[in-house]
């Protein structure tokens, strides 16, 4: 957790989500300000980190699998159209689909 200054924040919600609110730090025994400010602090920690590093794994993984659909598309219309044989499709492939982009600093 950050140490620091604290700063006060404060935010609207509709009647429903107030009741809610209220019911569920009841529930645990402290009051709706304290039971509000724990679900915002778990929220941008620990539930928000780890939901967005899993969608940064689907986002990878769907992007591994259209570059491979991409490269057996490519392989497939180089072949079919004539353009190139077999072995030279590969070669046009691994050297300009497959290539590695030059590392940024």
Do not use: C, W
Not at 23 to 37: C, F, L, P, T
Not at 76 to 92: N, Q, R, V
């Amino acid at each position: 957790m950050l140490t620091g200054k604290s700063e006060t924040v404060s935010f609207r919600l509709d009647a429903e989500m107030v009741q809610q609110l209220t019911r569920a730090a009841n529930v645990i025994g402290v009051s709706r300000g304290e039971y509000a400010k724990h679900l915002v602090t778990q929220g941008l920690t620990n539930s928000f980190a780890e939901s967005t590093k899993n969608v940064l794994m689907e986002v990878r993984h769907d992007l591994r699998l259209l570059r491979e659909e991409h490269v057996t598309s490519t392989n497939a219309l180089l072949i079919a159209a004539g353009k190139l044989s077999p072995e030279k499709a590969l070669t046009f492939i691994q050297t300009k689909l497959l290539k590695q982009p030059a590392a940024t600093e």
